[in-house]
């Protein structure tokens, strides 16, 4: 339960995070349709980490967990770029949701490589909570690497020719779309255990490009973030 010295320090940062928010819809206002960036993020802490779990030599997922984000289920973010805006400076969180190996892990020369399906979502709160910045959903991501660059791997998606599905509460995509996550740090470099990648922890960035199609209108994105910043602090009194 929150104490009354608690309460203003509450208030006081999802005001900061509603500020934030608001930036974020003002710049829209310039937005229009347009094929390009969608979203571009940065990790917070580089102590943070992708952990991969290889299961029992024949699956392996990808999660968020374990990370010191409140919830211990998301990695902390900064946005930079958001629907096509540069230099913006946005705290969000980055959840993995059922991100698992799709069939076995192959190599080609110098190559490895293994297809996934799930979802990454960017949000302000953590464990997807809160505004719903941008959710990526895919049912045919390749995550690979090369021997010629141990520590690093990528994790990408596209529409077409796979199915990349890109929502969020400030616009709507249509294809081609593009998801790429690169991985540095990756320990141990990427390998394989029984017919799956091994198991590894990874830093992460990110970049997602589509075609902008909708824009709410401002009044909308207003009202939304207002609805958002007053529906916490009720919830947190309550408690």
Same mark, same amino acid.
């Given at each position: 339960?929150?104490? /009354?010295?608690?309460?203003p !320090?509450?208030?006081? +940062?999802?005001?900061? +995070?509603f500020?934030?928010l608001a930036?974020?819809? %003002?710049?829209?206002l310039?937005?229009?349709?347009?094929?390009?960036?969608?979203?571009?993020?940065?990790?917070l802490?580089?102590?943070d980490?992708?952990?991969a779990?290889?299961?029992?030599?024949?699956s392996?997922?990808?999660?968020?967990?374990?990370? $010191?984000?409140?919830?211990? #289920?998301?990695?902390?973010?900064?946005i @930079?770029?958001f629907?096509?805006?540069?230099? $913006?400076n946005?705290?969000a969180?980055?959840t993995?949701?059922?991100?698992?190996s799709? *069939?076995p892990?192959?190599t080609?020369?110098?190559? @490895?490589?293994?297809?996934?399906?799930?979802? &990454?979502?960017?949000?302000?709160?953590?464990?997807?909570?809160?505004?719903?910045? %941008?959710t990526?959903t895919?049912?045919? !991501?390749? %995550?690979?690497?090369?021997? @010629?660059?141990?520590?690093?791997a990528s994790?990408?998606a596209?529409?077409?020719?796979?199915?990349? $599905?890109?929502?969020?509460?400030? !616009?709507?995509?249509? /294809?081609?779309?593009?998801?790429? &996550? !690169?991985l540095g740090?990756?320990?141990?470099?990427l *390998?394989?255990?029984?017919?799956?990648i091994?198991?590894?922890?990874?830093?992460?960035?990110g @970049?997602?490009?589509?075609t &902008?199609? #909708? &824009?709410?209108?401002p009044?909308?994105?207003c009202?939304?973030?207002?609805?958002?910043?007053?529906?916490?602090?009720?919830? +947190?009194?309550?408690?």
């Amino acid at each position: 339960m929150s104490t /009354p010295d608690q309460q203003p !320090a509450f208030s006081a +940062r999802f005001l900061r +995070r509603f500020v934030a928010l608001a930036c974020a819809a %003002l710049l829209l206002l310039g937005s229009s349709a347009n094929a390009g960036t969608v979203l571009q993020f940065d990790q917070l802490n580089p102590a943070d980490v992708v952990t991969a779990t290889n299961v029992g030599g024949t699956s392996t997922t990808l999660t968020t967990t374990g990370n $010191v984000d409140g919830a211990g #289920v998301s990695v902390p973010i900064v946005i @930079t770029n958001f629907l096509g805006t540069p230099g $913006v400076n946005i705290p969000a969180f980055e959840t993995f949701v059922n991100v698992t190996s799709t *069939g076995p892990a192959s190599t080609s020369g110098p190559f @490895t490589f293994q297809n996934y399906s799930g979802t &990454i979502e960017f949000t302000s709160g953590p464990g997807s909570t809160g505004v719903n910045y %941008l959710t990526a959903t895919f049912t045919s !991501a390749t %995550l690979s690497a090369s021997s @010629t660059s141990p520590g690093a791997a990528s994790l990408s998606a596209a529409q077409p020719p796979s199915s990349l $599905v890109l929502t969020s509460d400030f !616009a709507a995509f249509s /294809p081609p779309s593009n998801l790429s &996550i !690169a991985l540095g740090n990756v320990t141990p470099p990427l *390998g394989i255990t029984g017919s799956s990648i091994s198991s590894f922890t990874a830093q992460n960035t990110g @970049t997602i490009t589509a075609t &902008i199609s #909708v &824009i709410p209108e401002p009044s909308t994105l207003c009202l939304s973030s207002f609805a958002v910043v007053f529906g916490m602090l009720v919830y +947190r009194k309550k408690r």
